[in-house]
């Protein structure tokens, strides 16, 4: 059993910081890639950062500049700055882990509600 525990979501002004944190936990043979994905109400849950093992860093052109995904092995953050109104979304971790069995599945965090007012 694997689990990804989010927190760190809340309400913040247009400009404002929020700090998203995420830590996996359970039967975990190996993680590889950690990501951030978010999601609005009728839209596909879009990527926002991933962070690969070997410390490879990709951003979505729309946080660029603003935010920053961090690792330390079985958590990742995200550094979210100058915050926007259309940044508002639910945001989930997502983890790659592989498995004693040497298979890799994909697991996610529970989501948590980040809102930026203007």
């Known amino acids: 059993q694997v689990q990804l525990v989010e927190s760190g979501g809340g309400l913040v002004q247009a400009g404002g910081s929020l700090r998203l944190s995420c830590a996996a936990s359970g039967s975990i043979f190996r993680i590889n890639t950690m990501c951030w994905y978010r999601q609005t109400p009728g839209k596909q849950r879009e990527l926002v950062a991933v962070?690969?093992?070997?410390?490879s860093t990709n951003l979505a052109d729309s946080v660029k500049g603003r935010f920053t995904i961090s690792r330390d092995y079985a958590k990742v953050y995200l550094q979210m700055d100058s915050l926007k109104p259309e940044d508002t979304a639910v945001y989930y971790c997502?983890?790659?882990?592989?498995?004693?069995?040497?298979?890799?599945?994909?697991?996610w965090g529970q989501g948590t509600q980040v809102t930026v007012s203007s």
């Open positions: 962070k690969t093992k070997d410390g």
């Open positions: 997502n983890a790659r882990i592989e498995r004693s069995s040497g298979y890799e599945f994909s697991y």
